[in-house]
């Protein structure tokens, strides 16, 4: 008796301390693992420089220019180390990060792009466009949690990273030869790498052209956690 009571004690502790807007059920939590454990066997087995890492690649850089024409070199590179590295690099702390947020919802009218773009050639992240919060669809600290949990993922190192966008410039080098400032921002790229970094913004002429406001979350939870909330 006094044993059934505990368990049932527990079990409702449990049920009010589970945030309800990011939890995930037994069985969800079981079919985004299979999911991620997918998605990580089959990335595994395309190795950079291979023919499906080739279509790939072309394949974002077909996205990347069609969706925003006026992208150059520095713009493709940050999609694709977006993919590899998520917000890792930009979170210093959760209350910091809604507060910025909100300065930025607050001091902008346009959000171009899409509500979620997919990042780089693996589509490991997407970029969840701000006007979800703007427009109430989506609670901040829900995204900013969202976006705080996939900054834990395995980073590559510099030195992975500079070998795999070596690969990657090649390939938009030989797509788009007369991107503008193409010279000036392989330069910029290499030397950021060589200095052991790999944050790079978006280019001035991108900026101009496109009023761009995102914060990037990991796919799965996208897909699994935030979209439904929007139904």
């Not at 009571?5 to 939890?23: D, E, K, Q, R, Y």
């Not at 070199?73 to 999609?79: A, G, R």
């Amino acid at each position: 008796m006094f044993l059934s009571v505990a368990i049932g004690v527990m079990a409702m502790f449990l049920s009010l301390v589970t945030p309800p807007a990011l939890a995930n059920n037994n069985e969800s939590k079981s079919t985004c693992a299979i999911e991620e454990n997918e998605s990580k066997e089959k990335n595994k087995t395309i190795e950079v420089g291979s023919k499906e890492f080739d279509r790939l690649v072309r394949k974002a850089v077909k996205r990347q220019m069609k969706n925003y024409p006026e992208s150059t070199l520095q713009d493709m590179y940050k999609s694709f180390f977006q993919d590899r590295f998520g917000a890792g690099h930009i979170i210093a702390d959760r209350q910091g990060a809604v507060a910025y947020m909100n300065r930025e919802i607050e001091q902008s009218d346009k959000f171009d792009g899409e509500l979620a773009e997919p990042t780089g050639w693996q589509g490991n992240f997407v970029r969840v466009n701000l006007s979800l919060v703007k427009e109430r669809k989506l609670a901040g600290e829900v995204l900013i949690a969202a976006l705080i949990r996939g900054a834990e993922v395995e980073m590559p190192t510099v030195e992975e990273w500079t070998k795999e966008w070596s690969a990657i410039e090649s390939i938009i080098v030989e797509m788009y030869p007369d991107l503008p400032q193409l010279d000036e921002h392989r330069k910029l790229i290499d030397e950021t790498l060589r200095a052991g970094n790999y944050v790079m913004h978006h280019s001035e002429r991108y900026n101009k052209a496109y009023d761009r406001h995102y914060r990037i979350i990991l796919t799965e939870i996208w897909e699994n956690e935030l979209l439904p909330l929007l139904k």
